[in-house]
């Protein structure tokens, strides 16, 4: 991935790509994902080392530190880019990727995310409201796409 990342300019202008944005991101990451998809399993191994245990023995992540982990952890994103993901995950902004200046603000981007987003997120929320996938009928651990 990195390889195709880094020379998917180079025959056009002979320069390496050291920078991608988030949409171009997730066609590398769609066609080169695993075969078998993602498992709850899975994810609910990284909520078991990123979470805390709440009042009801679940392993959660606060909004608040789950929003600081996107920002500082992994591939670095602004404030805008990140609330303009989650209001594209959300169903909060359809139209496309950008949200636009006028309609909305970075004050607007944050409280509509604190609105949409629970207090404690547990690994099925993350997986199904956030995400928009939902457990396969056949074993019950396999996800699949559920938005449209």
Not at 40 to 68: C, P
Not at 73 to 88: I, N, R, W, Y
Not at 107 to 116: A, F, M
């Amino acid at each position: 991935m990195f390889n195709e990342i880094r020379f998917s300019e180079y025959v056009d202008s002979g320069e390496i790509v050291d920078k991608i944005n988030l949409p171009d991101f997730f066609k590398v990451y769609l066609n080169h994902r695993p075969p078998f998809g993602n498992t709850m399993r899975a994810i609910q191994k990284s909520f078991n080392i990123l979470g805390d245990t709440n009042s009801e023995g679940k392993k959660v992540i606060r909004r608040e530190d789950f929003l600081k982990l996107l920002l500082t952890k992994g591939e670095h994103m602004t404030e805008e880019e990140l609330s303009d993901c989650l209001a594209t995950l959300l169903g909060l902004n359809p139209e496309g990727w950008k949200s636009e200046p006028a309609a909305t603000s970075t004050e607007g981007s944050q409280l509509c995310l604190e609105d949409e987003l629970p207090d404690e997120i547990t690994a099925e929320i993350f997986a199904t409201e956030i995400l928009g996938l939902a457990l396969s009928s056949d074993s019950g651990e396999s996800l699949q796409p559920a938005r449209q």
